[in-house]
């Protein structure tokens, strides 16, 4: 079972159950990385704007993955020279959490849910909507780039629903793919009334458009904020790494479905957010997860924004 499917079944069955066996915790806790030099804490939450309407990314929680563990989708021997000369010297890809949050006047719109704290050190996704003075009932729009558990791992807890005032949106391929999944049942379950499934290039709510990025999931879906001069695209998982997946998006991610379909993908988004300046929401890249693409010599780095303090 890969990873995606293992993070699935047990974040979303235990979020389903309400409780967590043992053994289940066991699997599911991640090896510890090797110890890295202290750092500033990451803060829960980071305001700015998109045009006029308010943003806020939403910190979850943090994956991390050894070069040469069982996990990593990376499976190439440069790996860990590349992460190095990027300067990570813990031989560890981290990819950050972080769900969107946006507020359009009486619509309050959260772009992915977390992954509901049965994994690892995710699940600070309600103290971060806290933080940022918004109650689960408040959400009045959920949109999912796709439905691996990291990314609605916080739709359900308890056998519940978290946002009960929420429409649940993600692209019709998408949704088909988890009514079909066994493993995904009880969320499929719970979820249903709630769902609205929408044709791939839709307008999911004001000034979002959904955007098709194959390739990851069989209806995988970016979205693009646009509001008064303001443009922003969130890549849900098209790139999780801002160091491999943006230098070498022609690497194999074995997490995709359609590894062709997702380094096409990749190599698009790249040549389209380099030439434009486009603004970009990482969902896995380092909190906040805003930053640009520039070219560098025949390929692109990632460019954050803010820069992070020297």
Known sequence: MTFHARLAAAGLMLAALGACSPETEKKAEAPAPS??????????????????????????????????GQDIPWKNAEVSSLLRASGVTDDTVHLSIQPLLVKDGD???????????????????????????????????????????????GLVANGALVFPNATIRMSIPEWTALQSDAEMA?????????????????????????????????????????????RLLYVGDALHSSILSVQRPDW???????????????????????????????????FPGLGRFQRRDDGFVWAPDPAPAS
């Open 35 to 68: 110890p890295a030099p202290a750092v500033a804490p990451v803060p829960d939450t980071y305001a700015f704007r998109i045009g006029q309407l308010e943003a806020v990314a939403l910190r979850d929680g943090a994956l991390t993955f050894p070069v040469g």
């Open 186 to 230: 009880e969320l499929v379950r719970v979820i249903t009334p709630k769902v609205q499934a929408f044709a791939p290039g839709a307008v999911v709510a004001p000034n979002i458009t959904a955007v098709s990025l194959d390739g990851h999931t069989p209806g995988h879906s970016g979205y693009e904020i646009a509001q008064g001069g303001g």
């Open 107 to 153: 619509r309050i719109v959260l772009i992915d849910t977390g992954a509901g704290g049965q994994m690892g050190t995710e699940g600070k996704l309600q103290a971060s909507l806290r933080t940022a003075g918004v109650a689960p009932a408040q959400v009045t729009d959920i949109l999912i780039s796709h439905t691996h558990g990291d990314h609605v791992g």
């Open 252 to 286: 194999r991610n074995n997490w995709d479905a359609d590894s062709a379909a997702a380094i096409a993908t990749r190599q698009g988004l790249l040549e389209r957010g380099a030439s434009q300046g486009l603004l970009i929401y990482g969902n896995h890249f380092p």
